[in-house]
Structure formats: structure tokens, C-alpha cells
């Protein structure tokens, strides 16, 4: 874990985002993540499939016209910009691999498409976000998938490091492999309280993604259902997981978090 994350921003382009609303539509996509970086994100995140719980599954057609109607802006305003994709499947994958991502972000662990850790493998310069969940979108809040035990945090590393097993028999080499705990994706609310709390714990296993941005857990307990209310509360989140090393932050709002963060070390001085 380092000590200053870099600032992944969420760029949804799924025309249905739980937190954006109208503003996550693909057309808009390429400059709502220009001004993102010009607010101070590191990396810009496109997500074209929503994997919210209950999520309406698209075909994987779909999401790629989606990515490909935003990147291809993207790209005429920011030629050089780093950027991440957020997918299940390696076509997906695939064509933000050839347009320039230097992240690939999957949900499902490697679950969903088998063929996703090689399509990352062969991009020499990418890197797979490996991101902790049970189940589908559809599913991951029943009852049979929160069961972790008595640890949590070490029961996720472990099915963490399965996964990551999984992408270097694929030809996917450690050090291109980061760590997401999986906020949000088939765990209860004090169960996510426990994860933030012992964020530390998941440095064992790498370089550590972290996106508590707007999550219903912060929610629940400030007694907030609109996810866009939850900004305060995400802001302190944030703030923790950076004092508490995380590598990379995922959020709505970097410039908040930017402002924020630069007051702490001021007063630190």
C-alpha cells in the first residue's frame, strides 16, 4: 500500500446508474471524464454494464457500443489520458485494451468470462483489478452468500488469491494484479464496516483498489437512501482509507477528495 492512492474517477456510461442518473449516458461520457481529470482524478473509470444488485443483465453487445460510443470521445479530447474499463467480459476488455486502458476491472472474479485474464494478459502494459464477489448482480444479496466465517477479511484474501492463482495460469504475472476487496458486492452492512475498518489487513496480498464511493453501507448508517446525500459520509470513508495506505481510491468526487486530503496534510505540517 502506498501513502498517497492515485484517484480512480467513475465514469458511468450505462444510461441507468443507481448514483448518476441522467448524467450516465454515453454520449457524455468522453467529456464528463475530461473535467474528471481536470478536477484531479489520477485515472478515469468507464463502467458500461451496471452490477448493481438487482442489475438488468444486457447483452455484452450492448455494453461494447456503450464503451465504444464514450471512449471514442474520450479520446478525441484526451488522446493520452490514462483510463480504466469496469467489465465482465473479455470483448469488452478486448476493445479498451486496443484503444489505450491501462485497467481492467472485473467484478466477478473471473467467474463470469474465462477468457478475461488472457485477453489482460496479452496487453504487455495493462493490469487486472481483481474485484471480490459472490454470485451474480442478480443474486449476491441472498442469504447463502454472506457467510464468511469468523474473519472476513481473511476469508476474502483467500478467495481473492484463488482468483489471482486463476490469472497467472492464464500467463497474467503477479505484479500486474490489483486487490479489491469488493465493497458493496454480496456482503451485509456490518460486514463492510469490518472490511473499512481492517483495510490494512488486505496489504498481504498486493496493491489494494478501494471504491466506497456513495455505498449503501455508508448510507445506513447516516439513515440516507439517496446515494447522491452520501457525499459527507464517502468523504470521511475516503480520507480513512488514505491514511490507511490503499493504492488506489475509486470515486465519484475527486476533487472533494483532493481539497480534503490537502487540508489534512497542511495541518499536519
Known amino acids: 500500500m502506498s501513502d498517497s492512492p492515485k484517484i480512480v474517477a467513475i465514469v458511468n456510461v450505462t444510461g441507468d446508474s443507481f448514483s448518476d442518473s441522467g448524467y450516465s449516458a454515453p454520449e457524455t461520457g468522453g467529456a464528463r471524464a475530461k473535467s474528471l481529470l481536470e478536477s484531479g482524478a489520477d485515472i478515469v473509470e468507464f463502467g458500461a454494464e451496471s452490477t448493481r444488485p438487482g442489475a438488468k443483465i444486457i447483452p455484452v453487445e450492448e455494453e461494447l457500443a456503450r464503451l465504444q460510443t464514450a471512449i471514442k470521445a474520450f479520446r478525441a479530447l484526451c488522446p493520452d489520458a490514462p483510463f480504466a474499463v469496469d467489465t465482465r467480459n473479455s470483448v469488452a476488455a478486448r476493445f479498451a485494451l486496443e484503444k489505450g486502458a491501462r485497467y481492467i476491472s472485473d467484478v466477478s ?34 442469504e447463502a452468500f454472506l457467510n464468511y466465517g469468523s474473519d472476513i477479511v481473511e476469508t476474502i484474501c483467500r478467495e481473492l488469491e484463488t482468483a489471482a492463482q486463476k490469472a497467472r495460469s492464464a500467463g497474467l ?29 488486505f496489504a498481504k496480498l498486493g496493491r489494494v483498489f478501494v471504491g466506497v464511493s456513495r455505498k449503501s453501507f455508508l448510507g445506513a448508517l447516516i439513515g440516507e437512501n439517496s446515494p447522491r ?25 475527486p476533487k472533494s477528495f483532493r481539497d480534503a486530503r490537502r487540508v489534512e496534510e497542511e495541518l499536519a505540517k
Not at 468470462?113 to 454470485?135: F, Q, T, Y
Not at 457525499?231 to 468526487?253: I, K, M, P
Open 229 to 253: 446525500c452520501r457525499a459527507a459520509a464517502t468523504l470521511a470513508a475516503e480520507l480513512y482509507l488514505a491514511r490507511n495506505g490503499v493504492d488506489f481510491l475509486r470515486t465519484h468526487d
Open 109 to 142: 472474479m473471473l467467474r463470469h468470462d474465462p477468457a478475461m485474464a488472457g485477453v489482460v494478459a496479452g496487453a504487455p502494459e495493462a493490469e487486472l483489478v481483481l474485484c471480490h464477489s459472490r454470485g451474480t448482480p442478480q443474486n449476491m444479496r441472498d
Open 173 to 201: 504475472p503477479r505484479e500486474r494484479i490489483v486487490f479489491d476487496p469488493g465493497f458493496g458486492f454480496a456482503k451485509s452492512v456490518q460486514q463492510q464496516w469490518t472490511m473499512l475498518c481492517e483495510i490494512r489487513r
